[in-house]
């Protein structure tokens, strides 16, 4: 009985259904903004500030390698000359083209050697930008996770989040660090290569041209398949590792209801979703490949026939068709690299646009200008006709008021679904009320900075969720600069220090997921002490003692009310041992407060409390 | 081209040049569409293979039994499933798109150049093997970063998925700060791990195009002092320049595909790894004896039940229980926290097996019976609610597949679900988020029972799962099980007196050893645990009865 967080999401489109409508529900509810390459690109590009003068550098180092690379047919050229003079040239005059030959060779070296090192530089260079950049985009993402609002994360499969983490940042990873170099070296060897050729023979440089049209037809048509394609394959991605995250989390649901051969079939379909797109968008990658290659090779022969009739006419030389030859060819590749750059960018921008999904997420209300921090509040709480829903149409809390004046404690109690968690909720600002307003020490909560308003509270939470790490690790959770003796006594107030202690490595045990260390009620233990630790002016217990024996629990009552000594706290619990102590309970029903008074007057009142009272002492024969 | 150059252009014949054209086209044309078919198939191969890999390797996690599943870090099998399983399958693509291209290209030029010039090639046979050498060098340096790598996106899902697990603890403590500078570390290493390897790779590719482009130098070198003396003509070395710039393009090409290969034994031995540890619940196996459905054969019973969790080191959490659970009664489990209590009934769908004593279900051990028979007679409620995206509905008929809405409805109400169920605007179809997330506590566990409800169990296990339900919810959903309870065999696990007290059967346990076994009655007066409870939740009035 506690209350209903967002009672339904039937209104959320995406969320992946166990039918077979995969296709349809990929988008997992977050908005597709209109395709924008432009602006995908412009925003992926905001990511190297502060890498633009290496990029600079690795610019200026592809500009001068690429000038080494295209010496390259150009010696190829003189030296085949040099070749064609020696054959024709006896001994006496040999020595003239075979100086000549020598120095074309020399540079020949020269430029190779140098253009490798220049690679490798690059290269060297290119990994720490692109792993930098892609660093940051994932740091901003995950900051971004810090503020969004938990309504957000209630609709969202965790394994979808995790994905464009990984994967869809992965994406842009690999086209960063591959394609960007291909793509500037691209660019400069075609012009670089296009202003020789034309300074040698203007007409066989227009041949080397024709293809050029083509090129760009081709890989724009490809392009607009791919982009589309390569988005689908990673919301399938990311549908597929929410489905396999949800599966290997609840494995124990799974393996108790035998459902794994069901579980598999679901797998199945997003699986399949995930190959059917998968194999379209290699397709059609595949296809630029063969067809860039008759454009080139369509080109190629071009300049060999003109190189041919031209030479036959004798307006060129048999050295210079060589070179026109190596030339195109020299043109065609960075043509092909770029073609190619940019249909693997498709794929950045298709993981980068599922990166931008989130981060275009509306965020947690800001804090208000100016806000106050929170320190050392009196701990005055008070509910001032607050109304609230999780969606505008069904109300939770309706008209809410009560005051718990500092140092009290509180009881909440009422049925499942009366709204009682939702009181914690709206006080620790996860969400926002609708009407009314909250106060602490006076002042409404939203003047407050959030997280100050946060650290004020010690909340005990209804799961009791725990970390993977030791046990010390998370009693430090909420103040990480306690002293040893600080984290025992946390421990001991909490009821938890008896079940640590008998735990193989003690303090240092690592909590594992299976939770086959702890139990569900040792568990709770220690987020008590977490809380206890952390030892803020307020306190807000959620069924924190549910899964924990009536003995214990009267063992950390001793604890507990000398921890709410002096501190305003509000308890939400089932159990009559664990209320009975409370200054007020407040008796929640369907969102409104029904019943208010200390344990002792309600018990006289015949109304909700004194029937859980007696329910509880004559078991459940009702 | 050669022949271009050699014939045409020296012959002076303008026919020869253009036939020779026309043929080099038609050749490429040729060349695009078997191109253009390897890349059909290896596209439909390659995705088959990788979709194929992830079906297995998801069948083969659901066959693990938790003992297996926690040798792997959930988000590493998360990270195998999906990214390693992509960087494979991106290698068997490429392999397919140059497997026969490039050595055939390679070899072909090899022989094309050596028939041309038997004399230049001696400038190969010193190129090719020393790119080849490179290429293995390569190959042995990047695995191990490269593996490095994918722990690295292991971690950062690792903490990216404790996050979102834990979310509102992160808020409720406002520790958002700490939490982006433990995704920082994970993140700087995964970004350390991924640079190196990248750089490592940087450093081969143009090192192998180096050898071959030495090659171009020395050919040009020794044929231009052969030409001198007329051995040799100027075509030839054109073309014998161009078969090396063939090889050398596929000698880059297999490099790009080493590089692939690299990343992808990395990512294999991760996929390999669940792969080889055989799933001990496969389904595949052959049936073990099959148990007769018949009500006398559902009854539960513990016989000298010792247990120690696997990864625990040895302790026992479980030291010598006997218990037998009559069919059509109510059997309790009450114990303080730790006691051993989930552990207990863990046993009974062979989630875990006991270290010695046996669990019987009927006259059968349970270790002897299929294991998705055993399971299908089971419905165990545990002590934290799972359920999953997905509507109400969809959730109930976890329970059983074929279930009417007639019957989830029946079991809703005994759950005292169906009211709040049909209180939501969606009813029966809401949608729930991930873990029921949208909905209270209390809420969730009543639709878990509702879900056990559903499967009508020979045995029913229901671990302490009303917990977050009011005390007078609660008794009314153990009086209407109660009144149900006549067909099947059920064990509660509780803290809560009260329901104890309504059991026909109570197991006190304390530390994992029994401490007392009858009814509330008995145990009141003979049991010192017991009656502590007692005291402790009720007052001390409450014993004198």
Redesign the interface.
Same mark, same amino acid.
């Given at each position: 009985?506690?209350?209903?967080?967002?009672?339904?999401?039937?209104s @959320?489109p995406g969320?992946?259904?166990?039918g077979p409508g995969v296709g349809a529900t990929m988008r997992l509810g977050i908005k597709v903004r209109p395709h924008n390459l432009r602006y995908a690109v412009a925003r992926i590009w905001a990511y190297f500030r502060g890498e633009r003068a290496r990029l600079g550098l690795v610019f200026f180092f592809i500009l001068i390698d690429s000038a080494f690379g295209m010496a390259?047919p150009y010696l190829?050229g003189r030296?085949?000359d +040099?070749?064609?003079a020696?054959?024709g040239?006896s001994l006496n005059t040999?020595q003239l083209p075979?100086r000549a030959?020598t120095m074309?060779?020399f540079a020949?070296?020269a430029a190779?050697?140098g253009?490798?090192l220049l690679?490798?530089i690059?290269?060297?260079l290119?990994?720490?930008i692109?792993?930098?950049m892609?660093?940051n985009v994932?740091?901003g993402l995950?900051?971004k996770?810090?503020r969004l609002p938990?309504a957000f994360?209630?609709?969202?499969?965790?394994?979808d989040?995790? $994905?464009r983490?990984?994967?869809d940042v992965?994406a842009v990873?690999v086209t960063v660090?591959q394609s960007a170099v291909q793509l500037m070296s691209g660019v400069v060897v075609v012009v670089g290569t296009l202003v020789i050729m034309l300074s040698l023979s203007p007409a066989m440089a227009f041949v080397s041209l024709l293809p050029v049209p083509l090129v760009f037809l081709l890989t724009s048509t490809i392009a607009r398949r791919t982009r589309v394609l390569f988005k689908e394959q990673q919301d399938a991605?990311g549908t597929?590792?929410?489905h396999?995250?949800?599966?290997?989390?609840?494995?124990?649901?799974?393996?108790?209801?035998?459902?794994?051969?069901?579980?598999?079939k679901h &797998?199945?379909l997003i699986?399949?979703q995930?190959?059917r797109v998968?194999?379209r968008a290699?397709?059609w990658t595949? &296809?630029l490949?063969?067809?860039m290659? @008759?454009i080139s090779?369509?080109g190629?022969?071009?300049v +060999?026939?003109t190189g041919?009739?031209l030479?036959?006419r004798g307006f060129i030389s048999?050295g210079l068709? +060589?070179t026109f030859?190596s030339y195109s060819?020299q043109f065609v590749r960075p043509l092909n690299d770029i073609a190619n750059s940019y249909n693997t960018l498709m794929s950045a921008v298709a993981g980068a646009e599922r990166v931008f999904e989130v981060l275009d997420e509306p965020e947690e209300q800001a804090d208000a200008q100016r806000a106050r921090q929170l320190t050392q509040p009196r701990g005055e709480v008070e509910f001032r006709d607050v109304s609230f829903g999780?969606r505008s149409?069904?109300p939770v809390l309706k008209d809410v008021s009560f005051q718990a004046p500092a140092g009290s404690v509180t009881a909440i @109690?009422?049925?499942?679904?009366a709204g009682k968690?939702t009181i914690v909720n709206l006080l620790?600002r996860?969400y926002e009320v609708t009407s009314g307003s909250i106060l602490i020490d006076g002042t409404d909560i939203r003047e407050y900075s959030r997280?100050?308003l946060?650290?004020a509270?010690g909340?005990v939470?209804?799961?009791g969720?725990?970390?993977?790490g030791t046990v010390r690790e998370n009693i430090l959770?909420?103040r990480?600069d306690a002293s040893e003796t600080e984290i025992l006594r946390a421990a001991e107030l909490a009821g938890a220090a008896h079940?640590i202690e008998?735990l193989?490595q003690g303090y240092e045990t690592k909590l594992?997921?299976?939770?086959?260390?702890?139990?569900?009620?040792?568990r709770?233990?220690i987020a008590i002490a977490?809380a206890v630790l +952390?030892a803020p002016r307020l306190l807000v217990l959620d069924?924190a003692t549910?899964?924990?024996?009536?003995?214990?629990?009267?063992h950390i009552q001793q604890g507990m009310m000398e921890l709410m000594k002096g501190r305003t706290s509000f308890i939400i619990a089932?159990?009559? $041992?664990t209320i009975r102590d409370a200054d007020t309970v407040l008796v929640v029903d369907a969102g409104r407060i029904v019943e208010r008074g200390s344990p002792e007057e309600l018990v006289q009142r015949d109304g909700y409390f004194r029937?859980?009272s007696e329910?509880?002492?004559?078991?459940?024969?009702? | 081209?050669a022949r271009?150059?050699d014939t045409?252009?020296a012959a002076?014949d303008?026919a020869v040049?253009?036939r020779? #054209?026309?043929l080099?086209?038609s =050749?490429? =044309?040729l060349?695009?569409?078997? !191109?253009?078919g390897r890349?059909?198939l290896?596209?439909?191969v390659? *995705?088959?293979f990788?979709?194929q890999l992830?079906?297995d390797l998801?069948?083969r /996690?659901?066959?693990y039994s938790?003992k297996e599943?926690?040798a792997f870090d959930?988000?590493s099998?998360?990270?195998r499933?999906?990214?390693d399983v992509?960087q494979v399958?991106a290698f068997v693509?490429g392999v397919m798109?140059i497997f026969a291209k490039a050595p055939i290209l390679a070899i072909g030029g090899l022989v094309m150049a050596i028939a041309l010039e038997p004399g230049l090639s001696v400038v190969l046979a010193v190129a090719v093997p020393l790119s080849a050498g490179l290429i293995t060098v390569n190959l042995l340096t990047g695995f191990p970063r490269f593996r490095r790598m994918q722990e690295g996106?292991d971690r950062?899902?690792?903490v990216?998925?404790? *996050?979102?697990? #834990?979310?509102?603890?992160v808020?409720?403590?406002?520790?958002?700060q700490?939490?982006?500078r433990r995704?920082?570390g994970a993140?700087?290493e995964?970004?350390a791990a991924?640079?190196f390897a990248?750089?490592v790779?940087?450093?081969f #590719?143009?090192?192998i195009?180096?050898f071959m482009?030495?090659g171009?130098?020395a050919v040009?070198?020794i044929?231009?002092?052969r030409?001198?003396g007329?051995s040799l003509?100027?075509g030839k070395? /054109?073309a014998f320049?161009n078969y090396m710039?063939q090889i050398l393009f596929s000698l880059n090409m297999i490099s790009g595909i080493i590089t692939s290969f690299v990343r992808a034994k990395a990512s294999w031995e991760r996929v390999g790894a669940v792969l080889a540890m055989h799933g001990s619940?496969s389904?595949e196996q052959a049936p073990a004896a099959i148990l007769p459905s018949t009500a006398s054969s559902a009854s539960v019973r513990f016989s000298g039940v010792f247990f120690a969790?696997?990864?625990?080191?040895g302790?026992f959490v479980l030291e010598g229980v006997d218990l037998y659970c009559e069919p059509g009664r109510l059997t309790a489990v009450?114990?303080?926290?730790?006691?051993g209590?989930?552990s207990l009934v863990a046993l009974v769908?062979r989630?875990y097996e006991p270290t010695r004593g046996a669990v019987y279900l009927g006259s059968h051990d349970v270790r002897q019976l299929d294991l998705?028979q055993l399971?299908?007679r089971?419905?165990?409620v545990?002590?934290?609610t =799972?359920l999953?995206?997905?509507?109400i509905a969809?959730n109930l008929r976890?329970?059983r597949?074929d279930a009417t809405n007639h019957e989830l409805e029946e079991a809703a109400r005994t759950a005292r679900a169906h009211d709040?169920i049909t209180?939501?605007?969606?009813g029966y179809?809401?949608?729930?988020?991930?873990?029921g997330?949208?909905?209270?506590?209390?809420?969730k566990q009543?639709l878990a029972i509702a879900?056990a409800l559903v499967?009508k169990p020979e045995v029913l296990i229901l671990d302490?799962c009303t917990?977050?339900?009011?005390? /007078?919810?609660?008794?009314?959903i153990?009086?209407a099980l109660?009144d149900s309870a006549t067909s099947y065999t059920c064990i509660l696990i509780t803290?809560?007196?009260?329901?104890a007290? !309504?059991a026909d059967c109570v197991l006190v346990l304390d530390e994992g050893k029994p401490a007392g076994l009858g009814r509330?009655e008995t145990l009141v007066r003979e049991c010192d645990v017991y009656r502590?409870?007692c005291i402790?939740?009720?007052g001390p009035e409450?014993v004198d009865v």
């Amino acid at each position: 009985m506690s209350d209903p967080r967002g009672p339904s999401l039937t209104s @959320v489109p995406g969320m992946p259904g166990r039918g077979p409508g995969v296709g349809a529900t990929m988008r997992l509810g977050i908005k597709v903004r209109p395709h924008n390459l432009r602006y995908a690109v412009a925003r992926i590009w905001a990511y190297f500030r502060g890498e633009r003068a290496r990029l600079g550098l690795v610019f200026f180092f592809i500009l001068i390698d690429s000038a080494f690379g295209m010496a390259g047919p150009y010696l190829i050229g003189r030296a085949v000359d +040099a070749i064609a003079a020696m054959a024709g040239s006896s001994l006496n005059t040999l020595q003239l083209p075979a100086r000549a030959l020598t120095m074309a060779l020399f540079a020949l070296l020269a430029a190779y050697l140098g253009g490798e090192l220049l690679q490798t530089i690059e290269g060297w260079l290119m990994a720490g930008i692109s792993q930098r950049m892609v660093r940051n985009v994932r740091e901003g993402l995950f900051d971004k996770m810090q503020r969004l609002p938990l309504a957000f994360y209630d609709t969202r499969p965790h394994g979808d989040l995790m $994905s464009r983490l990984t994967n869809d940042v992965d994406a842009v990873s690999v086209t960063v660090s591959q394609s960007a170099v291909q793509l500037m070296s691209g660019v400069v060897v075609v012009v670089g290569t296009l202003v020789i050729m034309l300074s040698l023979s203007p007409a066989m440089a227009f041949v080397s041209l024709l293809p050029v049209p083509l090129v760009f037809l081709l890989t724009s048509t490809i392009a607009r398949r791919t982009r589309v394609l390569f988005k689908e394959q990673q919301d399938a991605l990311g549908t597929l590792n929410g489905h396999v995250e949800e599966t290997v989390s609840g494995i124990q649901a799974v393996k108790a209801f035998g459902r794994e051969l069901e579980a598999g079939k679901h &797998f199945g379909l997003i699986n399949e979703q995930l190959r059917r797109v998968g194999t379209r968008a290699q397709i059609w990658t595949g &296809f630029l490949m063969p067809m860039m290659n @008759v454009i080139s090779n369509i080109g190629f022969a071009f300049v +060999a026939v003109t190189g041919g009739y031209l030479a036959l006419r004798g307006f060129i030389s048999v050295g210079l068709i +060589a070179t026109f030859v190596s030339y195109s060819r020299q043109f065609v590749r960075p043509l092909n690299d770029i073609a190619n750059s940019y249909n693997t960018l498709m794929s950045a921008v298709a993981g980068a646009e599922r990166v931008f999904e989130v981060l275009d997420e509306p965020e947690e209300q800001a804090d208000a200008q100016r806000a106050r921090q929170l320190t050392q509040p009196r701990g005055e709480v008070e509910f001032r006709d607050v109304s609230f829903g999780y969606r505008s149409d069904v109300p939770v809390l309706k008209d809410v008021s009560f005051q718990a004046p500092a140092g009290s404690v509180t009881a909440i @109690v009422g049925k499942t679904g009366a709204g009682k968690t939702t009181i914690v909720n709206l006080l620790s600002r996860f969400y926002e009320v609708t009407s009314g307003s909250i106060l602490i020490d006076g002042t409404d909560i939203r003047e407050y900075s959030r997280s100050s308003l946060r650290r004020a509270f010690g909340v005990v939470l209804q799961d009791g969720w725990l970390f993977a790490g030791t046990v010390r690790e998370n009693i430090l959770y909420g103040r990480p600069d306690a002293s040893e003796t600080e984290i025992l006594r946390a421990a001991e107030l909490a009821g938890a220090a008896h079940a640590i202690e008998r735990l193989p490595q003690g303090y240092e045990t690592k909590l594992v997921e299976s939770g086959a260390n702890l139990s569900q009620g040792q568990r709770q233990l220690i987020a008590i002490a977490r809380a206890v630790l +952390a030892a803020p002016r307020l306190l807000v217990l959620d069924e924190a003692t549910s899964s924990v024996d009536a003995r214990t629990e009267l063992h950390i009552q001793q604890g507990m009310m000398e921890l709410m000594k002096g501190r305003t706290s509000f308890i939400i619990a089932h159990r009559l $041992s664990t209320i009975r102590d409370a200054d007020t309970v407040l008796v929640v029903d369907a969102g409104r407060i029904v019943e208010r008074g200390s344990p002792e007057e309600l018990v006289q009142r015949d109304g909700y409390f004194r029937r859980l009272s007696e329910t509880q002492r004559r078991g459940i024969e009702i | 081209m050669a022949r271009i150059v050699d014939t045409g252009v020296a012959a002076r014949d303008i026919a020869v040049v253009l036939r020779l #054209g026309l043929l080099m086209l038609s =050749v490429a =044309v040729l060349g695009a569409g078997g !191109a253009t078919g390897r890349n059909f198939l290896s596209s439909i191969v390659s *995705y088959r293979f990788g979709a194929q890999l992830r079906a297995d390797l998801f069948h083969r /996690i659901t066959s693990y039994s938790f003992k297996e599943l926690d040798a792997f870090d959930t988000a590493s099998l998360i990270t195998r499933q999906t990214n390693d399983v992509t960087q494979v399958q991106a290698f068997v693509n490429g392999v397919m798109r140059i497997f026969a291209k490039a050595p055939i290209l390679a070899i072909g030029g090899l022989v094309m150049a050596i028939a041309l010039e038997p004399g230049l090639s001696v400038v190969l046979a010193v190129a090719v093997p020393l790119s080849a050498g490179l290429i293995t060098v390569n190959l042995l340096t990047g695995f191990p970063r490269f593996r490095r790598m994918q722990e690295g996106l292991d971690r950062v899902n690792s903490v990216t998925r404790e *996050y979102l697990g #834990g979310i509102r603890v992160v808020k409720a403590f406002g520790q958002e700060q700490g939490e982006v500078r433990r995704f920082a570390g994970a993140n700087g290493e995964l970004t350390a791990a991924s640079t190196f390897a990248l750089r490592v790779m940087a450093f081969f #590719g143009p090192a192998i195009t180096l050898f071959m482009n030495l090659g171009i130098v020395a050919v040009l070198w020794i044929g231009g002092f052969r030409v001198a003396g007329s051995s040799l003509q100027v075509g030839k070395i /054109i073309a014998f320049i161009n078969y090396m710039t063939q090889i050398l393009f596929s000698l880059n090409m297999i490099s790009g595909i080493i590089t692939s290969f690299v990343r992808a034994k990395a990512s294999w031995e991760r996929v390999g790894a669940v792969l080889a540890m055989h799933g001990s619940e496969s389904f595949e196996q052959a049936p073990a004896a099959i148990l007769p459905s018949t009500a006398s054969s559902a009854s539960v019973r513990f016989s000298g039940v010792f247990f120690a969790y696997p990864a625990s080191g040895g302790r026992f959490v479980l030291e010598g229980v006997d218990l037998y659970c009559e069919p059509g009664r109510l059997t309790a489990v009450i114990g303080p926290t730790g006691s051993g209590k989930s552990s207990l009934v863990a046993l009974v769908p062979r989630f875990y097996e006991p270290t010695r004593g046996a669990v019987y279900l009927g006259s059968h051990d349970v270790r002897q019976l299929d294991l998705q028979q055993l399971r299908q007679r089971i419905a165990l409620v545990p002590q934290k609610t =799972v359920l999953f995206t997905g509507t109400i509905a969809e959730n109930l008929r976890w329970g059983r597949e074929d279930a009417t809405n007639h019957e989830l409805e029946e079991a809703a109400r005994t759950a005292r679900a169906h009211d709040f169920i049909t209180g939501f605007p969606g009813g029966y179809q809401t949608v729930l988020g991930q873990g029921g997330v949208n909905i209270s506590g209390g809420q969730k566990q009543r639709l878990a029972i509702a879900r056990a409800l559903v499967r009508k169990p020979e045995v029913l296990i229901l671990d302490d799962c009303t917990s977050s339900v009011d005390a /007078i919810t609660e008794a009314e959903i153990l009086g209407a099980l109660r009144d149900s309870a006549t067909s099947y065999t059920c064990i509660l696990i509780t803290q809560r007196i009260s329901a104890a007290a !309504a059991a026909d059967c109570v197991l006190v346990l304390d530390e994992g050893k029994p401490a007392g076994l009858g009814r509330h009655e008995t145990l009141v007066r003979e049991c010192d645990v017991y009656r502590d409870i007692c005291i402790a939740q009720l007052g001390p009035e409450a014993v004198d009865v």
